[in-house]
């Protein structure tokens, strides 16, 4: 009996865009395992530029670093973990997948920079808190944009084993080996590239936007050049248009980047920003005619407002004059406005200006309106400037002073903690000359009080007595000082309201009769409980 044969099941062929073994390759297996781990040398150094970009750009427009480095860098590499697991799907169309991915990564990326400084400019402001609804809409844009380029980059490894695989096969472990080297080197370049190279030459909007097009260019090119005999007619085609159509994007930003950066500055600035300028420390920003009242902004916050900068710069310096004052040192101050004051009183000998940023110093001296605001302070030869951080210059310097005034920034700014730290009020008392007295602006006292008295407590664990007193008077809306927020940016009750200030010496020192109420309304805010701030462990969170 002859049985029935049983038809044998053709299987379907596989489109070749879902083809897992070996791949028919333009040039040989060495070098294209060698242009796959230049791709991702080129994607690792653009994925950590965007990384940088956010965080920097969220502490320039937030101020308070730490908790922006934080929250961008736990996101992301959460997402980064979404990502991988989410690619799993993409692994049978491994090259059209990594090449869709990166063409997405690139435009995010890219465009990332412009859409959180448009959010910044045109939908209020960023206070630097994490809580009320001024903030809620650019908030999650920050949050937003570092998980989706923390799952386009995590989606990247996954996809590129594959492709390396599909090369020439070998063990898993030397695979993932070869992949990670390439990876880590290449985010070692684009760290050191972005302070060092994108940020000085193109600034942060540009500089993102060149990140973006050399991402797309190295992931469109790795795999239409590459791997195009394993994509599909139509998979060539959506790779071609989705590269030429982010390109074409990040290029026309490009190209009208100078002009949205005018846009934004005018919508945060006003319409009479005169001078607009970037040095290696921070963005300048003067506002004002040449006749005056003239402001001017230090990474996007209000540092002088010719409006009532005088109440604020009078009534730190001349406190602290009361006694004897031929040798002052002034801790920044670059403006020239703290000196000015300085020189009003008879037998000053020598002011010494410890300014970090040079560009500020500069602009003081050459300015029409900001150089006649400080009645040309650099003109007097008893002015004297050193160009350096005053924390390290405080360490080398040994010459005594009678008078130390600290107008600096703002102790809620991260970067400023350390100007307010123990440690700090500690060098600055060893060059406090024998009945020296020490002025520090310690922020506003109503608004944040807490600040303000921890300062109080800091100066005291250094080993000197403290008299501390509010300076009302501050115009509504504006924000003179060194202070975290300009004023008019936020809710009309969030400019401050006043001045703090904390003089202090080895023994108590008497700011004199016009501080007298002042002393009693700082008196009457101070909490309990309060801790010095010093390196290791600062407490000027509010």
Known sequence: MIEPRTPVPVPAPRRRQDR??????????????FLVLAGVFICAACGLVYELELVALASYLIGDSVTQASVVLSVMVFAMGVGSLAAKRLRGRAAVGFGLVEAALALVGGCSAMALYAAFAWNGAWDGAWEGAWLRDTRYLLVGFSLAIGILIGAE??????????????????????????????????????????LPLFGQLTGALLTGAVNAVA??????????????RRGRCTLLIANALVLGLLATAAVLVDDFERAARRAVYGKDVRVALQTDVQEIVLTGSVRGPVDLYLDGRLRVSGRDEHRYHASLVHPAMNGPHARVLVLGGGDGLAAREVLTHPGVRRVDIVELDAGVVRLARTDPALSALNRHVYRDPRVHVATADAFQWLRVDRRAYDVVISDLPDPGITASTKLYSQEFYGLVSRVLAPGGRLAVHAGPVTSRPRVFW???????????????????????????????????AGPPDASPEDWGVVLAGRTRPEPGPRAAKGVRDAARTRPAGLTPSTLVHPRYAD
Do not use: K
């Not at 897992?20 to 395992?33: E, F, H, W």
């Not at 090119?221 to 994509?231: I, K, M, P, Q, S």
């Open 20 to 33: 897992q073994g070996p791949t028919s390759l333009p040039v040989t297996a060495r070098t294209a395992r």
């Open 157 to 198: 490894v996954p996809l590129l084993m594959v492709l390396i695989q599909r090369i020439r096969r070998q063990d898993a472990g030397g695979a993932v080996a070869d992949l990670f080297a390439a990876d880590y080197v290449g985010a070692l370049v684009g760290g050191l590239a972005f302070p060092f190279l994108l």
């Open 454 to 488: 921890t300062v109080d407590a800091t100066v005291r664990a250094a080993g000197l007595r403290t008299t501390p007193y509010r300076v009302g008077g501050r115009l509504t809306g504006f924000s003179a000082g060194p202070d975290r927020t300009a004023g008019g």
């Open 219 to 232: 992931g469109g090119a790795l795999v239409l050049g590459l791997f195009h005999r394993d994509l599909t």
